[in-house]
Structures are given as structure tokens and as C-alpha cells.
């Protein structure tokens, strides 16, 4: 019995919808053979209680894979310190003070850009190749898992960001916890997904 991401509740598998599909999205072919060979397969289901639709396959030990990349395009990094710098408004907030906390902070592209914005900037990475490389820029990195439970030094911070990580995540419900129990009362943050209605409809 497959149990959803966010709620926890038991879910029905036999209604999943099955799909074939690129093995990644780096993996797309023009040529009708190489896209055929490189096809997998996998299931989607809906959770009737919470209406979260998520992927039914074994999940990835992000300790032991590398997902995240530094070639990050100087427009996205320009918006993402816009973002930055609207959370230090939402909190009242001032550059160069407060405590921010970014949770899949990779090889600490973003954070290494952010540092000057805040009175400190810690980072959490699972992988550990990728804490190894933010690590290795001298950043302030705890490599461990985000949920229910966890402590991080520094705590509590008054602001965190959490981009692209969430649709990563098994149990969403014990992420959002361990985040809430780490953070100052007044404390704000800012959670992206990928927008994949949006995608589709600018085809890109």
C-alpha cells in the first residue's frame, strides 16, 4: 500500500496512471529510435484525501547523487536575489541583518550571492558531494536531511527559502514540520515548485 507524500493517509494504487516517458529531461530525442530507447515508465496517482498527485516509484537517496547544478543563468540568479530581498522586506527586515536558512541549498550557488544580504546564511544539503563543494566555498553547510525532529545550529532563523526541493521530497508533511520548528515566531520564508502547467503552456 503506497502512503501520500503529504498526508500520510494510505493510497490506492490500482487507479495510478502509468506513463512512458523521457528517462530524464536531459535525455530528450528528435530521432524517433534513440527517444524509444531511452523511454521509461512511471505511475502517478492522486490522493482522494488530499488531492496531492505524486509519483508511486522507490524514492532517491539524495546522500549519494549529485542533482544540482551551478550553471545557473545570471537573469535566474538576479530573480532569485530579488525574491531574497522581498522575504528581507516581508519580515521587516534590513541587508545585512537577521538569520536565513536555505533548505537544498546544492553547492551553495545561491547562498555564496546571498551572504552579504543577511546577518548570517546557513545552508542544509543532503547530497554530499554538493555540501562538500559549498563547504568548500566557504560556506556555513550542515549536510543532513530537512524533517520532523531536526535540529540545525543557528536556530531559530528568522527567514528561510526552499527552491525546487519539495516535489523531491517523500513525506512533505515532516519537511514543512521541521522547518516550522526551527524558525523565530515572526519568522517568513518562501517554498517554489516547478511550474509545470506553466511550462506547458509557454512549451518550453
Known amino acids: 500500500m503506497w502512503t501520500c507524500r503529504l498526508c500520510s493517509r494510505p493510497v490506492n494504487t490500482d487507479r495510478a496512471v502509468v506513463i512512458d516517458t523521457p528517462a530524464g529531461t536531459q535525455l530528450f530525442s528528435d530521432d524517433a529510435a534513440t527517444a524509444l530507447a531511452l523511454q521509461t515508465r512511471i505511475s502517478v496517482v492522486e490522493c482522494v484525501q488530499c488531492s496531492l498527485i505524486q509519483l508511486t516509484g522507490d524514492p532517491v537517496v539524495y546522500e549519494q547523487v549529485s542533482s544540482s547544478s551551478s550553471c545557473v543563468s545570471e537573469p535566474l540568479t538576479d530573480h532569485r536575489l530579488d525574491q531574497l530581498r522581498d522575504l528581507l522586506r516581508m519580515g521587516g527586515g534590513v541587508e545585512g541583518s537577521g538569520r536565513m536558512l536555505e533548505i537544498g541549498c546544492g553547492d551553495g550557488y545561491l547562498l555564496e550571492h546571498a551572504k552579504g544580504l543577511f546577518g548570517k546564511a546557513v545552508g542544509i544539503e543532503p547530497t554530499r558531494r554538493n555540501?562538500?563543494?559549498?563547504?568548500?566555498?566557504?560556506?556555513?553547510?550542515?549536510?543532513?536531511?530537512?524533517?520532523?525532529?531536526a535540529k540545525v545550529e543557528g536556530e531559530p532563523f528568522d527567514y528561510f527559502c526552499c527552491f525546487h526541493v519539495m516535489?523531491?521530497?517523500?513525506?512533505?508533511?515532516s519537511v514543512l514540520q521541521g522547518i516550522f520548528d526551527i524558525l523565530s515566531e515572526d519568522a517568513v520564508g518562501i517554498v517554489e515548485v516547478p511550474a509545470t502547467e506553466a511550462a506547458i503552456a509557454q512549451q518550453r
Open 167 to 173: 516535489e523531491h521530497v517523500t513525506q512533505i508533511s
Open 131 to 149: 555540501a562538500a563543494a559549498a563547504a568548500a566555498r566557504g560556506l556555513d553547510i550542515r549536510q543532513m536531511l530537512m524533517g520532523r525532529g
